[in-house]
T-cell receptor, first 114, second 114 residues
Framework: QQQVKQSPQSLIVQKGGIPIINCAYENTAFDYFPWYQQFPGKGPALLIAIRPDVSEKKEGRFTISFNKSAKQFSLHIMDSQPGDSATYFCAAIREGGSQGNLIFGKGTKLSVKP | NAGVMQNPRHLVRRRGQEARLRCSPMKGHSHVYWYRQLPEEGLKFMVYLQKENIIDESGMPKERFSAEFPKEGPSILRIQQVVRGDSAAYFC????????????FGPGTRLTVT
């Protein structure tokens, strides 16, 4: 049972391009939607997160867009750089619930070409 | 302030042996989560613990797997009688608040079963 669907599986862009990664969720009880970045051989690191009562959130070059009615959210990376090459995971959680786990998408492997 | 620490980083076990994975949460964090990551897959939740308590083990296989977070010392994920299918990266995360989207991940333990 996959509760968070992520696409695309992989993405190649040129330096300066704007990669967009999309996620869709099913459970309307989720109330936080974070994005994690993972480099090879490392653990995931929290990048940015959004609540469903906000339609957009920006932190530096990273922007989350949220569409509550469609149950979809996406990550945009402005002016992408080769150092952004990593795997990106969207996730969802119901904060404070009895189940403390993040539900992750399957990940998008981003490659930014110089 | 040290991050989440996991050891060993790499572990090789023969089929039928036991694997013990250790996790020390960030200072001040009393909530610990274990996730498993298979190649080309997202992270799958296994278990959520607080000191001396298992809060949610809904993602843990019913047999061979157990976890603890004692009053003193690290959290331990124990896999008895390992099989080849247990080969994966196991990540531990910790948080200040329970069931939080702000989970800080360790570098992982890569288990290989031969």
């Amino acid at each position: 049972q996959q509760q968070v669907k992520q696409s695309p599986q992989s993405l190649i862009v040129q330096k300066g391009g704007i990669p967009i990664i999309n996620c869709a969720y099913e459970n309307t009880a989720f109330d936080y939607f974070p994005w994690y970045q993972q480099f090879p051989g490392k653990g995931p690191a929290l990048l940015i997160a959004i609540r469903p009562d906000v339609s957009e959130k920006k932190e530096g070059r990273f922007t989350i867009s949220f569409n509550k009615s469609a149950k979809q959210f996406s990550l945009h990376i402005m002016d992408s750089q080769p150092g952004d090459s990593a795997t990106y995971f969207c996730a969802a959680i119901r904060e404070g619930g009895s189940q403390g786990n993040l539900i992750f998408g399957k990940g998008t492997k981003l490659s930014v070409k110089p | 302030n040290a991050g989440v620490m996991q050891n060993p980083r790499h572990l090789v076990r023969r089929r039928g042996q036991e694997a013990r994975l250790r996790c020390s949460p960030m200072k001040g964090h009393s909530h610990v989560y274990w996730y498993r990551q298979l190649p080309e897959e997202g992270l799958k939740f296994m278990v959520y613990l607080q000191k001396e308590n298992i809060i949610d083990e809904s993602g843990m296989p019913k047999e061979r797997f157990s976890a603890e977070f004692p009053k003193e010392g690290p959290s331990i994920l124990r896999i008895q009688q390992v099989v080849r299918g247990d080969s994966a990266a196991y990540f531990c995360a910790s948080s200040v608040r329970g069931s939080s989207y702000e989970q800080y991940f360790g570098p992982g333990t890569r288990l290989t079963v031969t």
